[in-house]
């Protein structure tokens, strides 16, 4: 099975309250943040390594393969990287800087990049978060005429690996639907949970530590042998007109803090009579 | 003209709230706007739309979309969004899976999540949180169809504005992918009290609660003596003490109440995203320092154990005092 995942680049999201507005609202300015990759994307790499693999001895099948890609800058590459260190095999950079971006183009380079790649399953974050859109899958999944399935929290893949039954966090519950594969797939938070991905290879007894794996020193040096081919987007042949344009940016209003109070019961005199809440 | 076309969002065929803040999007951009439902046995629904000053209400109604599947609900509204230069969802999660499809089917720009819209002489330009929140972004879409997505909490729900419009049934188009998508099953999970993104109060719990009993025993009491609906942070929610969808945050919820009371919340960017714009804030923590502290306006540094149940208690009080 050939697993395609997404990854992006963004300024460390722990920290998006340190963002500045530059060039009189004209830009973001993320200086001094650390760019990460989308954590979602992380849990997309997670995710597919735990369908490929068996969890228990970290056997993989001799056809299964992990390609990951980026829309980004050069330094992307690290990023690519490092989801390689996390088991991934190969990587695509294709060269290109946020502000000629949207979510539609991307989903348009994608969708060459599956023709090329011919994969079984896109996996992807279910939004990133500096531009919080919650999109590029969706889009993706009806330019291919693919079936998908957003927000997972849960994938069993079929033994055959013709089939998955995906768990989709909605308001109100969960929501299951049997994919026949290929297919496009965006994770949620929980997909990182212990059990959260069956794939009959993995012992059903076995228990994956929470959240993504940390990729210990031999895996980081492994994968600095893995190929990670550039290109700039231009050579996908997309055209690269935006559909949506951002005109200027600005800080939210800040919310001020306000008091402390010293006990239970000035807290419900001041909900009262000052807030009148209560 | 411009004209927007509003789709609902039911549940078991009942209408739901969030789409009343669509039509707010509607109002609010001035400009007339038809509605469309979709479902099997909605006629209820499309009833209680008429009264909302729509041009008109079409209804798709068919046992193909009986569940909510992406693939089989994108064309229909496709289809019927012809004509229509904007086409409007509330972001729950209802709307996040299907504005972007229509989008891609439509061709057209889509635009996540907004927080306002001006309409300047017919242009329209959109408001939009990025950031978890500590940015917010004008856009605009270039294409001659526009799809948006709005927050719940940032369009007030419209109210009924009398007269009826009329009801015109749309076919339900053909879904070429519904042979590859299967709807398996729906895991509700019930709930009496009040909906996260609708209610006045919101009571939320963190990872200090330490478990469901946690929950149960401390948080619970407070939830309902306040008629409150609960929340939780990520940690809570990931540790399996409340379900997935009580998250309130980023990538949860996001919520804007008369009344948010955190409690044993530590306040990360991603939790604050969520519950900002709630008018008025209360945090009780133990550690002073913690960051939810720099936005409440009611800062109670205690050991929640203690002061959760005395806060009940107080509340209960005054509840039968009247
Ligand atoms: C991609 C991504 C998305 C995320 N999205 C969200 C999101 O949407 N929503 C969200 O909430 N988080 C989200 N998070 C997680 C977020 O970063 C924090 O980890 C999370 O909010 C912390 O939850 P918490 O406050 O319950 O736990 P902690 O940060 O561990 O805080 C616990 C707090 O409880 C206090 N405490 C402990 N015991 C007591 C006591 N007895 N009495 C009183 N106080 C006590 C402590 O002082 C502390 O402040 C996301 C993270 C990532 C990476």
């Known amino acids: 099975m050939k697993i395609l995942v997404p990854l992006k680049r963004t300024a460390d999201p722990d920290n998006a309250n340190k963002i500045k507005i530059g060039a009189g609202g004209a830009k973001i300015e993320t200086t001094g943040l650390e760019p990460k990759a989308n954590p979602f ?49 190969d990587g695509l950079l294709f060269l290109s800087d946020d502000e000629s971006l949207d979510g539609d183009l991307v989903a348009r380079a994608l969708a060459r990049v599956v023709e090329q790649q011919k994969p079984d399953l896109v996996v992807l974050g279910k939004q990133a978060v500096d531009g919080d859109s919650n999109q590029v899958g969706q ?11 957003t927000f997972a929290m849960s994938i069993e893949l079929s033994a055959d690996k013709k089939t998955a039954i995906v768990g989709r966090e909605v308001d109100g519950g969960v929501i299951k ?25 993995t012992p059903a007894t076995f228990n994956y530590p929470e959240g993504a794996r940390f990729t210990p020193l031999p895996m980081i040096i492994k994968a600095k042998t893995k190929p990670i081919v550039e290109a700039p987007i231009a050579s996908l042949g997309v055209e690269g007109a935006l559909k949506s344009k951002y005109a200027s940016f600005a800080l939210p209003p800040a919310r001020k803090g306000g ?16 807030a009148k809440v209560l | 003209m411009s004209k927007i076309l509003v789709v609902a969002e039911v549940s078991g065929a009942k209408l739901k709230k969030t789409t009343l803040s669509a039509i707010g999007f509607a109002r609010a951009a001035g400009l007339p706007f038809d509605v469309l439902v979709l479902g099997q046995g909605v006629g209820a629904a499309a009833e209680e739309l008429r009264a909302y000053g729509a041009g008109a209400v079409k209804v798709a109604d068919g046992a193909a979309l009986a569940n909510y599947v992406g693939e089989t609900f994108a064309p229909t509204v496709s289809e019927a969004a012809k004509g229509y230069s904007v086409v409007v969802v509330t972001a729950s999660s209802f709307g996040k899976d299907l504005a972007p499809r229509v989008a891609a089917r439509l061709g057209a720009g889509f635009a996540s999540d907004i927080a306002g819209v001006e309409n300047a002489g017919g242009a329209l330009s959109y408001k939009r949180p990025m950031y978890a929140g500590n940015a917010l972004a004008t856009m605009q879409i270039t294409t001659p169809v526009q799809v948006v997505s709005v927050r719940q909490s940032e369009f007030e729900a419209a109210a009924p504005s009398g007269g009826s419009s009329p009801v015109e049934a749309v076919a339900v188009a053909p879904a070429p992918l519904a042979g590859r998508v299967e709807f398996v099953s729906f895991d509700e ?25 946690g929950f149960k025993t401390v948080l619970e009491p407070l939830v309902d003596v306040m008629g409150a609906a609960m929340g939780a942070s990520r940690a809570a929610v990931d540790a399996g003490y409340v379900p997935n969808d009580l998250q309130v945050g980023q ?34 923590n133990k550690d002073p320092e913690a960051p939810i502290f720099q936005l409440a306006d009611y800062g109670l540094v205690a050991d929640l154990y203690k002061a959760v149940p005395e806060l009940t208690e107080a509340v209960k009080k005054i509840r039968a005092e009247g």
């Open chain 1, 177 to 201: 639907l049997k994919l026949t594969l290929p297919a496009v797939i965006t994770v949620d938070l929980r997909i990182v949970a212990p059990k959260s991905v069956v794939n009959h290879v």
């Open chain 2, 189 to 213: 999970v019930k709930s009496a009290r009040p909906e996260l993104a609708e209610a006045k109060v919101v009571v939320s719990g963190g990872r200090s609660l330490k478990s469901a009993e």
């Open chain 2, 251 to 284: 990538t949860g919820k996001v919520v804007a109440p008369k009344l948010y009371i955190a409690v044993g919340i530590s306040g990360a960017i991603q939790h604050i995203a969520g519950m900002k714009n709630s008018k008025v804030i209360v945090a009780i």
């Open chain 1, 139 to 149: 889009i993706l999944a009806e330019l291919l005429q693919w079936p998908s399935a």
């Open chain 1, 259 to 274: 008091v402390k109070v010293k006990d239970v019961a000035e807290l419900v005199q001041k909900l009262r009579t000052e």
């Open chain 1, 41 to 89: 994307d992380e849990y997309a790499v997670e995710a597919s390594l735990r369908l490929i693999e068996n969890g228990q001895t970290k056997a993989r099948n001799a056809g299964d393969k992990l390609t990951v890609v980026s829309f980004g800058p050069k330094e992307a590459a690290t990023n690519i990287r490092q989801a390689l260190a996390m088991g991934g095999d």
